[in-house]
């Protein structure tokens, strides 16, 4: 049985983080008071560093923003959220290590069961250029293994589904291939992923998603795609919206399904809303973006 999944788009103003969780919730409010069908939900996933917003300049810019290890105010919302909806939650937080054996900053997840368990803290491992004016790399290549009542699960957070540090070859995968090689039957991303758009143009449209992001995802997991054998992977991509400085964000999260070759979509959201995205993965997808060639 696959577990109902819902992924919260936030546009979160730089450093606002009160005001940020404080949207957050009334989303939350708005998604489960209107739409009847969502009366249970197993994991609620939101986007990378969601509360702090992402794009920071330096360390000296983010250091008030830093949260200590699975204890700062990401994770206090996370436990308070679980446990109101008894859902596991994953969220993106700036995190100040309280490791002796790593002292330094990463860019990280937090996930907790659903009545507030720490089952996960994940270290991006790929950073982005602006994640590299602060963080550090985190020590695990990826998350994959058992995340509580969810079962097996490859994680990540954006950048890492991209070569690594743009040097690698195309064709590595290396987070996919991560995938592949444990059989994960789900991967999740939080992301803060930019798209090519000027601010006009992406709030000219701003319920469509972009569909140049949404194809290049996709083929970012193209080992995944050329499995066979009747598999069923899910692969959620929670991603941000809205605009900070001069980063313009994708939007268009979205829940894919892939049985041998085929990738099917629950849906997406568009590139500039803010908006719970909720699929039950029981269920067969609304729409199908790949078949076999």
Avoid at 18 to 41: H, P, Y
Avoid at 181 to 186: A, E, F, S
Wanted: charged residues 20%; aromatic residues 10%; glycine residues 6%.
């Amino acid at each position: 049985m696959g577990p109902r999944i819902a992924c919260l788009q936030l546009a979160p103003r730089l450093g606002k983080v009160e005001d940020n969780m404080a949207r957050a919730d009334l989303i939350i409010e708005d998604t489960f008071s209107k739409q009847s069908s969502v009366k249970t939900l197993d994991w609620l996933i939101l986007p990378e560093m969601a509360f702090t917003g992402y794009h920071f300049d330096s360390l000296d810019e983010i250091k008030p923003f830093l949260e200590p290890t699975t204890s700062g105010p990401t994770t206090q919302w996370a436990i308070k959220t679980a446990q109101a909806l008894n859902c596991n939650v994953t969220v993106g937080y700036p995190e100040l290590s309280t490791d002796p054996a790593h002292q330094t900053q990463f860019n990280s997840t937090v996930t907790v069961s659903r009545t507030g368990e720490i089952l996960a803290n994940y270290r991006k491992h790929f950073l982005y250029y602006t994640d590299e004016t602060w963080a550090s790399e985190g020590p695990s290549r990826f998350f994959s293994g058992p995340l509580g009542d969810l079962g097996p699960v490859t994680h990540g957070i954006c950048m890492d589904i991209n070569p690594h540090k743009f040097t690698a070859p195309w064709d590595a995968y290396e987070f996919a291939n991560v995938a592949v090689d444990t059989q994960t039957p789900t991967i999740c991303l939080s992301m803060a992923w930019l798209c090519m758009l000027s601010p006009e143009e992406l709030l000219m449209d701003p319920s469509t998603p972009d569909i140049a992001t949404m194809q290049y995802w996709i083929e970012r997991f193209l080992p995944i795609i050329k499995e066979r054998g009747h598999r069923t992977i899910h692969i959620i991509l929670a991603n941000r919206s809205g605009i900070e400085k001069t980063s313009c964000y994708a939007g268009s999260t979205t829940i894919l399904k892939v049985v041998d070759g085929v990738v099917s979509s629950y849906g997406w959201l568009g590139k500039a809303v803010e908006k719970c995205l909720v699929a039950d993965l029981n269920e067969e997808p609304r729409y199908t973006l790949v078949k076999p060639q």
